[in-house]
């Protein structure tokens, strides 16, 4: 038996619901061999209302298990929290010298729950070292604003010309994640190959229970293209499988619930539509 290998280079949520363990759970329910190589851990303290900590990797750390990983014969990576511009150098280089196409670079700029970006430094290098080597590149509304150098958009309009702007400097694809903070009436993604836009919507869920979805996301895309998706397809799917990962979230503790990522598997995926724009 083979399995399709997926690779995670991302940061550690001891909570468990986001970053290389939700990548992990995901690729695993879409049927593909997951690794990983970590940049940072993130810790939540219980004591002070579940503030998080971020403890960096010494480089040659992920150098070493970029190394190992990509020695094995990856068929499509994801990147997520990268902590600094070193990392983001490092991740692009060891992507350019993979020579793979499928890359998804879900461009992890805070912590659930924060609200500053980890490091400044670190959109320009992503611009530089992470865009032209993506097959498609995943942020919120927030992340799409500091990559395009633009106001973060709240309308399917100013999502138009965010996802042009990334495009323009070097991503194949964009695909910007709506939230709760789009002036919409669904929970609506959109999709931007470089000729044309696909509004993706979903009826939404009112819940707190989110945490990971953003991971989720992009490591079933991640999936997708490993298992042989064009990328439009795997998006679709991907919006699918994590609709129904959030309509199925749950209260972890006090502080956080997770998605279910199981959820697609067992109760099915969530219905949603696909209009070209």
């Known amino acids: 038996m083979t399995m399709k290998k997926t690779l995670t280079i991302a940061g550690s949520d001891t909570s468990g ?15 593909t061999y997951g690794m990983t190589a970590l940049t940072v851990v993130v810790t ?11 403890y960096s990797l010494p480089i040659d750390v992920l150098k ?12 499509a990576i994801k990147t997520g929290m990268l902590s600094t511009e070193e990392v983001i150098k490092t991740a692009g280089e060891a992507i350019a010298e993979s020579g793979l196409d499928h890359v998804v670079i879900d461009p992890v ?44 958009p709240s309308t ?5 010309s965010v996802a042009e702007k990334i495009h323009s ?3 194949r694809n964009v695909v910007i994640k709506g939230g709760k903070q789009l002036l919409h009436d669904k929970a609506a993604d959109l999709f931007y190959d ?17 945490h990971g979805a953003g991971c989720t996301f992009a490591a079933a895309i991640t999936a997708n293209l490993a298992n042989g998706l064009a990328v439009r397809e795997a998006v679709i799917e991907a919006k699918r499988f994590v609709s129904a990962a959030i309509a199925n979230g749950w209260k972890l503790n006090e502080y956080v619930g997770p998605v279910m990522h199981g959820a697609a598997s067992r109760v099915g995926t969530t219905e949603i539509t696909a209009t070209q724009i």
């Open 194 to 210: 470089g000729n044309t836009f696909t509004l993706l919507e979903a009826e939404k869920t009112e819940t707190h229970y989110n």
């Open 17 to 31: 619901g986001a970053g290389i363990q939700a990548d992990l759970k995901t690729f695993q329910e879409h049927g």
């Open 169 to 171: 400097l070097g991503a």
């Open 64 to 75: 070493a298990q970029l190394k190992t990983a990509l020695s094995t014969g990856i068929d």
């Open 44 to 54: 939540m303290d219980p004591d002070n209302n579940w503030s998080h900590e971020v």
């Open 109 to 152: 700029m805070v912590c659930k729950g924060e609200d500053e970006v980890l490091n400044p430094g670190t959109v320009d290098a992503m611009v530089e070292f992470l865009l032209p080597k993506a097959e498609i590149v995943t942020p919120n509304l927030f992340e799409a604003g500091q990559l395009a150098s633009m106001k973060t």
């Open 156 to 160: 399917i309009e100013q999502m138009k």
